[in-house]
């Protein structure tokens, strides 16, 4: 049986979002982004952190009552109170290069070239953005990184499913969809 209640993790503009979406869609599973829950509301968005207990129990109360889901994103440093609660934690990998791209061009799409480019609106946030983005690779001058994932990973009770570099969203569908666990030890089909 494939794994009913899927965390997936990984740098921003990994695929996250998208693989959980897809994997909503193919299996009917609830998906929720941990960024939904982590940022207050503001225009333009994620200016203000919500408190930890109050993010807490928004995925509480979201995730309980849903038999199947899908949660993306990062729980790093706030969101430890969830991991019993994980069957399969996927984490995804890309090139640091190819990440970046994606982040601009999603940046692009939802600010506007106009708000990104210099004297626009978003400017310095966007360039903010993108310079903690590239640090998650080389170093731990940010608290999310690559070192405090494979730190977080290797903690955790369940099993874990890397998948590295830029594969197509349907074989990482299918990845995740035919993990299995065989007398407490996890191996992929």
């Given at each position: 049986?494939?794994?009913?209640r ?15 979406r ?9 998906h ?20 930890i ?17 899908v ?47 210099p ?71």
């Amino acid at each position: 049986m494939a794994p009913r209640r899927i965390h997936i993790t990984g740098a921003a503009g990994s695929g996250t979002t998208t693989l959980g979406r897809a994997l909503a869609a193919t299996t009917g599973a609830l998906h929720l982004d941990t960024d939904d829950v982590y940022w207050l509301p503001t225009d333009p968005p994620f200016r203000e952190k919500r408190p930890i207990p109050d993010r807490l129990a928004m995925l509480d109360e979201a995730l309980g009552g849903a038999d199947r889901w899908v949660l993306t994103g990062s729980l790093i440093r706030w969101g430890d109170p969830l991991i019993p609660r994980f069957d399969l934690v996927v984490f995804l990998h890309i090139p640091p290069a190819l990440r970046l791209e994606r982040l601009r061009a999603r940046e692009a799409e939802r600010y506007g070239a106009e708000a990104l480019a210099p004297g626009g609106a978003m400017h310095a946030t966007h360039h903010a953005f993108l310079d903690w983005a590239e640090a998650y690779d080389v170093g731990a001058r940010v608290s999310r990184n690559l070192e405090a994932h494979n730190a977080w990973l290797a903690r955790l009770p369940c099993p874990v499913l890397r998948i590295e570099g830029d594969t197509a969203v349907e074989d990482r569908v299918r990845r995740v969809l035919s993990f299995r666990r065989i007398e407490g030890r996890a191996w992929q089909g």
